[in-house]
């Protein structure tokens, strides 16, 4: 079952910034982040595991709470690099196919 | 590490031809490959599991008759999109899962253009 990102799309200013959401009805193994853009395949952003976790990449950071079925993107003091389409992917179980969701467009402006 | 490439980039070809589309995991073994449509502006749509040395898995209402998938090594899978139509253009990405770490991320290829005319 797809699950759900939100917003759809945002625009940001440089600097400022942006939470990106994903909600699954089903239990969750683990969530995937992938940015994507315009023309290009999705890059790798990280991955979160069952048991809770919260990663951090530079100004990116991630959180899962396994128990809601739900997982945040955090995109701190965004940079124009930062533009693009921010999927969430979900796995039910270890080594499952993970499924996308219908992503998050993100504009950040100079 | 994990760099998965495609072959070919973009493709233009006549209605009814098949077009072949290669995956390559170039750093890595794959036991499980992955193929996955995009339309513009829209998700990533998974059409088929391919397994080395077995058959492909096809999600719901992929033809797997149309959509050819053979995994011929731990590092190539391969797509076939027979009798093409215009409808059958799209982006194509597929994408990797290391054999030896899975728990990892799958890892995508750069995608494949098709515009079938």
């Known amino acids: 079952q797809q699950p759900v990102q939100s917003p759809q799309a945002v625009i940001l200013r440089e600097g400022e910034d942006a939470v990106i959401n994903c909600s699954s009805s089903k239990a969750l193994y683990s969530v995937h982040w992938y940015r994507q853009k315009h023309g290009e395949a999705p890059v790798f952003l990280m991955i979160?595991?069952?048991?809770?976790e919260q990663k951090g990449h530079e100004k990116i950071s991630a959180s899962f709470n396994e128990k809601k079925q739900q997982s945040s993107l955090y995109l701190t003091a965004s940079q124009l690099s930062y533009s693009g389409t921010y999927f969430c992917g979900t796995e039910s179980g270890r080594d499952d196919k993970i499924i996308f969701g219908k992503g998050t467009r993100l504009h950040i402006l100079p | 590490g994990a760099v998965v490439s495609q072959h070919p980039s973009w493709v233009i070809c006549k209605s009814g031809t098949s077009v072949k589309i290669e995956c390559r995991s170039l750093?890595?073994?794959?036991?499980?490959m992955f193929w996955y449509r995009q339309f513009p502006k829209q998700s990533l749509m998974l059409m088929a599991t391919s397994n080395e040395g077995s058959k492909a898995t096809y999600e719901q209402g992929v033809e797997k008759d149309k959509f050819l998938i053979n995994h011929a090594s731990l590092t190539l899978s391969t797509l076939t999109v027979t009798s093409a139509h215009p409808e059958d253009s799209s982006f194509y990405i597929c994408?990797?899962?290391?054999?030896?770490?899975?728990?990892?991320?799958?890892?995508f290829g750069p995608g494949t253009r098709l515009t079938v005319l």
């Open positions: 750093d890595f073994q794959a036991t499980t």
């Open positions: 994408s990797a899962r290391p054999r030896d770490f899975p728990t990892d991320t799958q890892y």
């Open positions: 979160l595991l069952k048991g809770g």
